[in-house]
C-alpha cells in the first residue's frame, strides 16, 4: 500500500476564500484522523471517523471548518471561509483498530496551508 | 479523559551521547503509549509503542521507552544518539478499549550537536 495520502501538498490561498484538503487512508483501516499542527499549539486532533462516521468533532475550531468522509477510501477537510490563522500544516491518519491489541496511527505527509 | 505531558520541548545532546526525552501521561483507565518521530517536513512515523506485557519496549532506530505504571510514565532513551536523529519527538495515548482515539503530547525537539 502506498500509505496514507493527502492532496495538495502546499496550498496558498487567500483570507476569504473556501480551501478543501483531502486525504485517502490506507485500505482496510476503520479510522481516520484529522490533525492540525502550528508552532503554538503542538499537534491538535480536529475530528475522527470510525467507519465513515464522525465519532468526535470536538476539536473543530470553529463552524467555519467541516468534514466529511463520503466512503471508506476518501475523506476531505473543508475550511470556508478560510482566515490566516488557519495557516498550520494539517495531517491525515489512518488506523485500523484491532480490539484488546491496540495499533498505531500511520501518517501521511501532510498538506502546509498558508492563508494570506 | 486522558492526557500526556512532554516535560522538554528542546533536547540538545552531543552526537554518541545517551538521551531521554521524558513523557507523563494521565489517564483513568488502561492505555497504549506510543511514541513518534516526525524528521522536518514530514509526516510522523512510529519508533515503538507499548500495548501489554513488557515494561520495557524496543523500537527502530535503537530507541526504546520503558513503560511505568506507577509513575504515569514512558520515557524513551537512546544510548548513544547519531545526527540523524535530529527531529521532533512525539508520546501520545490512547485507550485500550473502546474508540481508539489518540491524544499526542506537544513534541520534543531534540538537537543532536555534531
Known amino acids: 500500500d502506498a500509505g496514507v495520502i493527502q492532496s495538495p501538498r502546499h496550498e496558498v490561498t487567500e483570507m476569504g476564500q473556501e480551501v478543501t484538503l483531502r486525504c485517502k487512508p490506507i485500505?482496510?483501516?476503520?479510522?481516520l484522523f484529522w490533525y492540525r499542527q502550528t508552532m503554538m499549539r503542538g499537534l491538535e486532533l480536529l475530528i475522527y471517523f470510525n467507519n465513515n462516521v464522525p465519532i468526535d468533532d470536538s476539536g473543530m475550531p470553529e463552524d467555519r471548518f467541516s468534514a466529511k468522509m463520503p466512503n471508506a477510501s476518501f475523506s476531505t477537510l473543508k475550511i470556508q471561509p478560510s482566515e490566516p490563522r488557519d495557516s498550520a500544516v494539517y495531517f491525515c491518519a489512518s488506523s485500523f483498530f484491532w480490539k484488546g491489541k491496540g495499533t498505531e496511527a500511520f501518517f501521511g505527509q501532510g498538506t502546509r496551508l498558508t492563508v494570506v | 479523559a486522558q492526557s500526556v505531558t512532554q516535560l522538554d520541548s528542546q533536547v540538545p545532546v552531543f552526537e554518541e551521547a545517551p538521551v531521554e526525552l521524558r513523557c507523563n501521561y494521565s489517564s483513568s483507565v488502561s492505555v497504549y503509549l506510543f511514541w513518534y518521530v516526525q524528521y522536518p517536513n514530514q509526516g510522523l512515523q512510529l519508533l515503538l509503542k507499548?500495548?501489554?506485557?513488557?515494561?520495557l519496549v524496543k523500537g527502530i532506530n535503537g530507541f526504546e521507552a520503558e513503560f511505568n505504571k506507577s509513575q504515569t510514565s514512558f520515557h524513551l532513551r537512546k544510548p548513544s544518539v547519531h545526527i540523524s536523529d535530529t527531529a521532533e519527538y512525539f508520546c501520545?495515548?490512547?485507550?485500550?478499549?473502546?474508540?481508539?482515539?489518540?491524544?499526542f503530547g506537544i513534541g520534543t525537539k531534540l538537537q543532536v550537536i555534531p
Open positions: 507499548y500495548l501489554s506485557g513488557s515494561t
Open positions: 501520545a495515548v490512547s485507550f485500550s478499549g473502546g474508540y481508539q482515539k489518540v491524544t
Open positions: 485500505s482496510g483501516h476503520d479510522y
